[in-house]
């Protein structure tokens, strides 16, 4: 993609789940880029959210592509059947696996573009081998688990180095930032190199949410 284009992924852990079609249009009207589809194990990460099943519903109710973030152990195990279900784009944990370049071949051979994410405490560095294989790079700005915190500064350190890097080895790295993303903090994140927002809690609990997509762009 390019990445001097800032995109919005609209993470669905945020909206009304018994009204998940009308949720989705309403996403489609106010030009989101992305469905931001967060799904939790209760084992990586302290929540359980919704995984496969909940997936293939929402996929047949929009043409939004599909932004799935697996906060999962073992990821490798899933990745073939998030294929199957509707991401297009599958976006794994550093932390989670002991194979990182075997899941990225996962979402290649299953026609998914594949992203790479790290907790804030997860130095950059951790993401610079893969960089020229990956599509997108997650740059968690809250811990994970949760919809609705506050954003952490510290990460914007992250994206800029991980920006620079990939400036350096002449990579159209697609940067993401999750986790406290807002018309008040979008700014410094894309100063900083981030070009793909996703937004939860400011998107479904704005007023109008075309005019929060746009104040994020
Ligand atoms: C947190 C999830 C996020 C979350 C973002 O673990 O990965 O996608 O839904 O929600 P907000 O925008 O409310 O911080
Ligand atoms: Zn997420």
Do not use: W
Not at 33 to 62: E, Q
């Amino acid at each position: 993609m390019d990445k001097d284009k800032i995109l919005v992924s609209a993470s669905i852990l945020g909206c009304d789940l018994a009204n998940i079609e009308s949720e989705l249009n309403r996403l489609e009207s106010a030009k989101a880029d992305f469905v931001h589809f967060d799904v939790m194990d209760g084992v990586f990460v302290d929540n359980i959210s919704f995984g496969l099943p909940v997936l293939k519903a929402a996929k047949s109710k929009t043409s939004l592509p599909f932004d799935v973030h697996l906060m999962i152990t073992d990821p490798e195990n899933y990745i073939s059947e998030f294929a199957k279900s509707g991401a297009d784009i599958i976006t794994f944990h550093s932390e989670a696996t002991d194979d990182i370049k075997g899941c990225i071949d996962l979402c290649r051979q299953n026609g998914c573009k594949a992203g790479l994410s790290i907790k804030p405490d997860t130095p950059a560095a951790e993401v610079f081998p893969y960089l020229d294989l990956l599509d997108m790079v997650l740059v968690m700005t809250v811990e994970p688990g949760f919809g609705g915190q506050g954003f952490l500064r510290f990460t914007l350190e992250k994206i800029r180095d991980i920006r620079n890097k990939a400036d350096e080895l002449g990579l159209d790295l697609d940067i993401q930032v999750d986790g406290g993303i807002s018309d008040k903090t979008c700014c410094e994140v894309k100063e900083n190199g981030a070009n793909i927002l996703v937004a939860g809690t400011y998107l479904f609990r704005s007023d109008d949410m075309s005019k929060a997509v746009e104040s994020l762009k």
